[in-house]
């Protein structure tokens, strides 16, 4: 029998927290936390809610994994998430040592690649899952801030 817990599975997640954080007035941006193929931590942005330049998907989704594994490395574990981590975010996740991560659509300004930050030298990356749906969101939400 074929394993159902996919990329696209998981990335199907993180797009679900990115439309919550829609429906909140926040930034559409999705991650989750995913070890063994069960979900540790799910989360979306929370800027504006907490009034933190901090609190993006990704951050919380940290804490959150940390939180539940009871330490601080996130070895073994893939991040799921909706847009490019920004250098902020993916400076963390390089001190996380997380294994995996996995982004939907790029972030051509202010992603981590653009920026030239790097990640952890073991820390997979693969992007590109979902990377339409990712997009029109953060544009649907930036065209309804302009109106």
Excluded at 7 to 15: I, N, Q, R, S
Excluded at 76 to 92: F, K, R, S, W
Excluded at 93 to 118: C, H, M, N, P
Aim: proline share 3%; hydrophobic share 40%.
């Amino acid at each position: 029998m074929e394993n159902p817990f996919t990329d696209e599975y998981f990335m199907k997640k993180a797009l679900q927290e990115a439309e919550v954080a829609f429906e909140k007035g926040e930034i559409p941006v999705g991650a989750i936390i995913v070890i063994d193929n069960k979900i540790i931590a799910r989360t979306h942005n929370l800027t504006e809610l907490l009034t933190d330049v901090t609190a993006h998907a990704e951050m919380q989704a940290i804490t959150s994994a940390s939180n539940f594994i009871g330490g601080k490395y996130l070895k073994g574990c893939t991040l799921y998430v909706t847009i490019e981590p920004c250098q902020m975010c993916a400076g963390a996740l390089y001190w996380s040592q997380i294994s995996k991560i996995v982004f939907a659509a790029r972030d051509e300004q202010r992603g981590f690649i653009t920026l030239g930050t790097q990640l952890h030298p073991k820390t997979e990356v693969q992007q590109g899952i979902y990377a339409k749906e990712a997009s029109e969101l953060m544009v649907r939400f930036f065209a309804s801030r302009r109106k």
